[in-house]
C-alpha cells in the first residue's frame, strides 16, 4: 500500500501519486498478471468461469486501473518527467495486451469453454464476454503462424508509440504557439473576459499587451470576434499548421506527416497479415456497420441530402459578407467571424450575448436536475479528502445516489483549459462496475463505477477586482452535455461483469448514442430556462431570445454536417482504398474527398491531418463515421421524447424506459437489440434529418 497505484481498495490516490511510482507498481503488476495467466492457461482442469475467466479479469482489472491512473494524468497534468515515463512504460503495457491476444492455449481454453455445457446455463452477459473474447483473440493474431506472430506483435508496439508521439506532438504545438498583441486597435471586437485571460498571460510573462494562444478559449473567441482580419489570418494560420512541416525542421519527428504515413502502413501490414483487405474491415469487425462500402453509401446518402443546405449557407455568407461586411471573398479565417456577425443579424442575437447567462454552477445544477428526473437519481457535491484526492484544486467531485439514497456511481470534471492538458473533451472510465464475490463468505459487494469528465472550457477571470464565475458558451453547454451522456452510459450500468459493464462491449458506432442523445436537451425550454442565470443581473435567459436560439439552431447546419461527413469519408478512405506506398498523397486524398463534397475548400497551407488525433492517436480510425452513425440512432431515440411532449419532454416514464433499454444493459447485447427494444423498430434517418432543418429535401 505504499505505492498508491498498487492501492485498489478506493478512490485513486492522485495526490500521492509520484512518477517514481509508477514504473515499480507497472513492473509488480505486470508480473502478477503473467504469474495467473501461466497458471490458468496450464490448469488440467476443465475450463469454466470461476477457475478460468474470473481470476483473470480481476488481475486483468488491477493493471488497467493502475495504468489507466497514469494514462489519464499524462492526458491533464503532463510534464515532461511524466511524459517520458508514461512512453517508456507504454511499451510494456502494449506488448502485454498484445502477447496475450495471441496466445494460443488461452484462446483454446476459451473455446472449450465455449463448446461446454456450462456455456449454455452462463448469463447473456457472461455469454457476449465470451464471444468477444474469441473474436479478439482472432483479432489480436491468435491463429497467425508462429513465424509471423512476433511481427504483429512488434506492429502493435510500433502503433502504440507512433499514436503516443502524435498526441505528444499536437500538445506541444498548441503549447509552443503564442501571439502577443499590444494595439489595442487590434483586438477590437474580442469580448472582455477573453481579453481579461489574455492580459493576464502577458501580465505572467512580464509581458504588456494580450496574449492569445492556440486553446480553444483564446482561439474560439479570437476567429469568431476579432475584428482585424490579419489577427484572424494568423491566429488561423498557425493552428491550421500545428505539428506540420510549417512548424517543424525538415524530416523533424514533431511532423505529424510523417507519423502518419508510418500509421497508415502498419495499419495496413496488420490487416494483411489477418487476411484482411485492408484497415477498414479490422476496425468494422467489432462495429454495428456491416461493411466499409456501407458506411461510405450511408455517407455519401447523407451528404447527397445535405449539400443542397451546405450551398444554400455558403451563399448567404458570401452575399452577407460582400454587402454588409465589405468582403468580396470570403476566405477559412473569415467564416467564423462572418457566421457570428450573420446570426446576430438574421436571428438578434450573438454567442456573446448567450454566453452571460450560463454561468458554471447554474448550468451543472441545471444539467443535473434533468437527469435526476429522467432517472430518478441524485447528483451530491464531495468534497476533497484523503478519500477523494483530486489531482488539480479546480477538479470537482460527485456522487450519484439511487432513490433510497444507495451510492451508485461517483465522477470526477475537469472543465478548465491549461497548457498541461490534451485539447478537446472526454469521458474516461477509473472504475467500472462489477460484481465482486467473496468465496469464503459466499457474500457479494457491487464495485460502484467512477468516471473522468474532461473539458478545456475558460475557467474564472477576476474583472475589476471581482472574480466572476466561468461562462460558457451556448456549444459548450452542449459539449459538457455530450460527456455526461458518456459518463451516465458508464455510471447508470447495471451490468454486473466487466466486460460488458457500462461502455465496455457497446460497438464502436453505437457508443455516441447517450452523449449525443442528451445533446438535444439543450435546446428545451424548460431545461435551458433552469440552468440560466445572468451574471449580471441574476435573471433567466429570456424566452424571446431562447426562440431566436431556436430559430438559428439549423443555421449553417448543412455546412457543418458536410464538413463531419468530409473527415468521416477521409477516415474511411484512408483505411479503406488509400494505399500508403502508392503515389498519392495523404493530402492528395484530402483534396480529392473535399472536391467531392465540401463547399468550402481550405487554403493549401491547410493540414487538418496533422491534428486528426481522433483517427491516428485515438479510437477511431475507420471509425469517424460513428459520429453520424450513432447521431440517427440519437435523433430517433429522442424522437420518443418528443412523441409525448405534451406531458413535458423531461419524462420520467420514458426516461426510465431509456435508463433500462439503453444505459443500463451496457454492451451485454449487441446495440441494435437495445434500440429496437427501446425503440420497438429499427432506427429511421428522417429524424436525424429533420433536427438539423432537413426534413424537407
Known amino acids: 500500500m505504499s505505492n498508491p497505484l498498487l492501492d485498489f481498495s478506493g478512490l485513486p490516490r492522485f495526490v500521492e501519486i509520484t512518477n517514481e511510482h509508477i514504473a515499480p507498481a507497472i513492473e509488480a503488476l505486470l508480473e502478477e498478471n503473467r504469474a495467473l495467466i501461466e497458471k490458468v492457461r496450464t490448469d488440467v482442469q476443465a475450463p469454466t468461469w470461476q477457475n478460468f475467466v474470473q481470476p483473470m479479469v480481476d488481475a486483468s482489472e488491477r493493471l488497467s486501473r493502475a495504468w489507466g491512473q497514469v494514462s489519464h494524468l499524462n492526458a491533464v497534468m503532463n510534464t515532461p518527467q511524466l511524459r517520458e515515463i508514461y512512453n517508456a512504460n507504454l511499451p510494456l503495457i502494449t506488448q502485454f495486451y498484445a502477447e496475450l491476444s495471441q496466445d494460443v492455449l488461452l484462446f483454446e481454453r476459451f473455446k472449450q469453454l465455449r463448446k461446454s455445457s456450462e456455456f449454455s446455463h452462463l448469463t447473456s452477459a457472461r455469454k457476449k464476454i465470451i464471444e468477444n473474447e474469441l473474436r479478439d483473440f482472432r483479432l489480436g493474431g491468435a491463429e497467425l503462424p508462429s513465424e509471423k506472430k512476433q511481427r504483429f506483435l512488434q506492429i502493435q508496439k510500433e502503433l502504440s508509440n507512433l499514436s503516443s508521439k502524435f498526441n505528444d506532438n ?32 502577458a501580465a505572467a510573462d512580464s509581458k504588456v499587451g494580450w496574449k492569445f494562444t492556440l486553446h480553444m478559449p483564446s482561439y474560439l473567441p479570437v476567429m469568431q470576434y476579432a475584428d482585424d482580419r490579419n489577427l484572424r489570418e494568423k491566429m488561423y494560420r498557425a493552428n491550421a499548421t500545428r505539428a506540420s512541416e510549417f512548424d517543424s525542421p525538415a524530416g523533424s519527428d514533431k511532423d505529424n506527416m510523417l507519423l502518419i504515413k508510418e500509421i497508415l502502413k502498419l495499419r495496413q501490414e496488420e490487416a494483411q497479415m489477418l487476411g484482411y483487405e485492408n484497415y477498414a474491415e479490422v476496425s468494422l469487425a467489432t462495429k454495428m456497420a456491416a461493411s466499409p462500402q456501407q458506411v461510405l453509401d450511408f455517407l455519401r446518402e447523407l451528404g447527397t441530402k445535405a449539400k443542397q443546405y451546405a450551398e444554400r449557407d455558403l451563399q448567404a455568407l458570401k452575399q452577407f459578407a460582400a454587402e454588409k461586411l465589405n468582403l468580396p471573398k470570403i476566405e477559412a479565417w473569415d467564416v467564423a467571424y462572418v457566421s457570428e456577425k450573420l446570426r446576430e443579424e438574421r436571428y438578434n442575437f450573438s454567442d456573446q450575448e448567450v454566453k452571460q447567462y450560463f454561468q458554471e454552477d447554474k448550468v451543472l445544477s441545471g444539467m443535473f436536475g434533468l437527469v435526476e428526473k429522467l432517472y430518478g437519481i441524485q447528483i451530491r457535491p464531495v468534497l476533497a479528502s484523503r478519500e477523494v484526492q483530486c489531482w488539480h484544486p479546480d477538479v470537482k467531485f460527485f456522487d450519484i445516489l439511487d432513490v433510497s439514497g444507495q451510492l451508485i456511481g461517483q465522477f470526477y470534471l475537469d472543465l478548465y483549459a491549461r497548457a498541461t492538458k490534451r485539447g478537446g473533451a472526454w469521458m474516461d472510465e477509473a472504475v467500472t462496475r462489477r460484481r465482486i464475490d467473496d468465496q469464503q463468505t459466499e457474500k457479494h459487494k457491487i464495485q460502484v463505477p467512477v468516471a473522468y469528465l474532461t473539458c478545456n472550457f475558460s475557467a474564472p477571470v477576476t474583472i475589476n477586482g471581482q472574480l466572476r464565475p466561468a461562462l460558457f458558451t451556448h456549444n459548450e453547454v452542449i459539449v459538457l452535455f455530450h460527456e455526461f451522456g458518456h459518463g451516465l452510459h458508464h455510471l447508470l450500468t447495471r451490468v454486473e461483469d ?38 449580471d443581473t441574476g435573471e433567466s435567459i429570456p424566452r ?61 497551407f491547410n493540414r487538418f491531418p496533422n491534428s486528426f488525433a481522433h483517427i491516428f492517436a485515438g479510437g477511431y480510425a475507420a471509425g469517424y463515421y460513428s459520429y453520424k452513425w450513432a447521431e440517427v440512432l440519437s435523433a430517433d431515440a429522442y424522437s420518443a421524447f418528443e412523441e409525448v411532449a405534451s406531458t413535458g419532454v423531461v419524462n420520467a416514464v420514458t426516461g426510465s424506459h431509456f435508463l433500462e433499454e439503453i444505459l443500463a444493459v451496457g454492451g451485454s447485447r449487441p446495440a441494435l437489440e437495445s434500440f429496437i427494444a427501446f425503440r420497438g423498430r429499427e432506427p429511421e434517418l428522417d429524424a436525424l434529418l429533420r433536427h438539423n432543418g432537413m426534413g424537407m429535401v
Open 170 to 201: 499536437l500538445l506541444d504545438a498548441t503549447n509552443a504557439y503564442e501571439l502577443l498583441i499590444e494595439d489595442v486597435k487590434t483586438v477590437v471586437g474580442i469580448p472582455a473576459d477573453v481579453l481579461q485571460t489574455a492580459k493576464e498571460l
Open 498 to 535: 466487466l466486460g460488458v459493464s457500462g461502455i465496455n462491449g457497446v460497438e464502436w458506432d453505437a457508443v455516441e448514442l447517450p452523449s449525443q442523445f442528451m445533446e438535444n436537451f439543450c435546446w428545451e425550454w424548460d431545461v435551458v430556462s433552469e440552468m440560466t442565470c445572468h451574471i
Open 544 to 604: 424571446v431570445l431562447f426562440d431566436n436560439m431556436l430559430k438559428a439552431r439549423d443555421f449553417q447546419s448543412g455546412l457543418q454536417m458536410m464538413r463531419q461527413i468530409e473527415f468521416a469519408l477521409f477516415d474511411m478512405h484512408v483505411h479503406f482504398d488509400y494505399k500508403p506506398d502508392g503515389n498519392k498523397t495523404v493530402l492528395q486524398l484530402m483534396d480529392e474527398i473535399r472536391n467531392e463534397v465540401a463547399v468550402i475548400i481550405p487554403p493549401d
